[in-house]
């Protein structure tokens, strides 16, 4: 290609960016097509944020007086560590795309508090056993996304578990076969009537009949046939 056809395609796109397209050149329209993007990327992400905080959560009274009520009185609220769960870290994933999908799943929402769903605690009592159903359903389908936004199963310390614990985790959860919600209803907020539902956790068949450690007498040995079973040794 010679010099004066570079000269010439430079020309053409220099012609093209500075001329005005009706009333605006090209040039102009892109940069404000990005200042403006940035613009609604900002306001975008700051309303995301500022709805993904328990200030929001418990902004309506359907959840200040209910479930967050409950909240208060669970490990997850006050502990030994003073690491606090907040509505969020427990209802919404912290990856971007998941937390999305979550959002919009959770717009309808809206429409329940436009029309007054739940918003007499007898109309909450009547749909608890709904909507618990609908959260453990959702959070059985995630694998528990949201338990695992702070646990982490191969982070567990078996030797600190009780035995029956470290049987279970390492037996049911380590391998997949069980999730954090199988075993865990109830964890945060108040059961609903659990009559013809499976309440969660209980002893599995293939386990019942052994017989548990004693509740201090022995806490080495407990310690020791803990470490054993999470490891698929025999102790003595």
């Not at 769960?85 to 919009?104: E, F, L, N, Y």
């Not at 578990?161 to 470290?166: E, F, H, K, S, W």
Request: overall charge positive; hydrophobic content about 40%.
């Amino acid at each position: 290609m010679t010099m004066a056809r570079i000269k010439a395609i430079l020309l053409w796109v220099w012609t093209l960016l500075t001329t005005p397209a009706a009333t605006l050149s090209l040039a102009f329209l892109t940069l404000g097509g990005f200042v403006g993007g940035v613009m609604f990327w900002g306001a975008f992400n700051t309303a995301l944020e500022l709805t993904n905080t328990e200030k929001f959560c418990t902004s309506c009274h359907e959840m200040r007086d209910n479930v967050y009520q409950e909240l208060t009185n669970t490990v997850h609220f006050t502990n030994r560590s003073g690491v606090r769960a907040s509505c969020p870290d427990c209802h919404v994933p912290h990856q971007w795309t998941d937390k999305i999908a979550r959002k919009m799943q959770a717009s309808k929402e809206v429409w329940g508090k436009i029309f007054g769903t739940i918003n007499t605690r007898e109309k909450f009592l009547d749909k608890r056993l709904e909507l618990a159903k609908h959260e453990w359903a959702r959070l059985k389908a995630n694998d528990s996304l949201e338990c695992r936004n702070c646990h982490s199963a191969v982070a567990m310390d078996f030797t600190k578990q009780t035995q029956r614990a470290a049987d279970i985790h390492a037996k049911y959860l380590l391998t997949g076969k069980a999730t954090c919600i199988d075993c865990h209803k109830g964890i945060a907020h108040e059961l609903p009537n659990m009559e013809g539902v499976d309440p969660g956790w209980k002893m599995p068949k293939d386990l019942e009949g052994r017989e548990l450690p004693a509740a201090s007498n022995d806490a080495i040995g407990d310690l020791r046939r803990a470490v054993a079973s999470a490891h698929g040794m025999t102790t003595y």
